[in-house]
């Protein structure tokens, strides 16, 4: 089993629905979480950090189950600059240096 | 601020040949990171460095070696390149500071695109 479980995709979806994605982990020591944006053939890069209180930027919401081991990004009113492929990372231990990343969720909005 | 560079941006070897990819960060940040992005594998850590002077194996270190130059760079070397080897490597950094307000965000480089032959 992998360390950390994405659904690789891709999601289609037009603009403006309401899109998920889960992410799995198998460490239920891990400590720290966060989903990265990867856009084609460019580096990843920070999206949000994943609380356990659950947040919230603007469109974006993440939240962490820690009973049942995943994180979840939920992305309202989608954009067509939203398409892209979501990373889902995980620190098993705060500031530890070995970070696991998924392999990513693909999502294409379209017009 | 540029923030993580990386040279070369693509580069095609034969089996065999050795090359040096290298990496610096200009914002001060203590840890460093080389991963190898394949396709449907997610990003592998190769090695990373936790401070200036010290350097250790991540999950994937065979075939390659590293050396923390300074407290900005970090370059990455491939003594005798495989087919194998052929991948996308990305360079990242980390503040880990101690105190108020770290920050565990890792400010990625633009790539390294690597083609074995």
């Not at chain 1, 979806?13 to 239920?28: D, I, K, L, Q």
């Not at chain 2, 990386?6 to 200009?26: E, I, N, R, Y």
């Not at chain 2, 990003?43 to 923390?68: F, M």
Request: some cysteine; glycine content about 8%; charged content about 20%.
């Amino acid at each position: 089993r992998k360390e950390v479980e994405q659904d690789p995709g891709p999601f289609n979806v037009p603009e403006g629905a309401t899109v998920a994605f889960n992410c799995t982990y198998s460490n239920s020591a891990s400590q720290s979480f966060f989903w990265y944006r990867q856009d084609c053939r460019k580096e990843p890069k920070l999206l949000m950090s994943v609380y356990s209180s659950g947040n919230e930027d603007g469109r974006f919401t993440a939240q962490l189950n820690r009973a049942s081991q995943y994180i979840s990004l939920l992305i309202r009113d989608s954009k067509l600059s939203d398409s892209a492929t979501y990373l889902c990372v995980v620190n098993p231990n705060t500031g530890g240096f070995k970070t696991i990343f998924g392999a990513g969720t693909r999502l294409f909005v379209k017009a | 601020n540029a923030g993580v560079t990386q040279t070369p941006k693509f580069q095609v070897l034969k089996t065999g040949q050795s090359m040096t990819l290298q990496c610096a960060q200009d914002m001060n940040h203590n840890s460093m990171y080389w991963y190898r992005q394949d396709p449907g594998m997610g990003l592998r850590l190769i090695y990373y460095s936790a401070s200036e002077g010290t350097t250790d194996k991540g999950e994937v270190p065979n075939g390659y070696n590293v050396s923390r130059l300074n407290k900005r760079e970090f370059s990455l070397r491939l003594e005798s390149a495989a087919p194998s080897q052929t991948s996308v490597y990305f360079c990242a950094s980390r503040q880990d500071a101690q105190g108020v307000g770290i920050s565990y965000e890792q400010y990625f480089g633009p790539g390294t695109r690597l083609t074995v032959t």
